[in-house]
């Protein structure tokens, strides 16, 4: 099942916010695991024009998230 597509990019940009502005660890904690779900299993890979810039997005991600 792939993550489709509203979803997903609402998903990035909520997790965007969050390493941006911070919240509370459960919100944190939600959005690590929404990055990895779209990570995953989303239909964003297949649309993305530079692979390896989405790579760096998510990666990047993980890391201002913990």
Do not use: M, N
């Not at 965007?16 to 459960?26: C, D, F, L, T, V």
């Amino acid at each position: 099942d792939y993550v489709e597509e509203p979803w997903g990019s609402t998903a990035l940009a909520a997790a965007e916010q969050i390493a941006r502005e911070g919240a509370s660890p459960e919100l944190v904690e939600l959005a690590r695991a929404a990055i990895e779900r779209v990570a995953a299993r989303s239909e964003l890979l297949e649309l993305v024009e530079d692979e390896d810039e989405w790579r760096r997005r998510i990666d990047d991600l993980r890391e201002r998230l913990g």
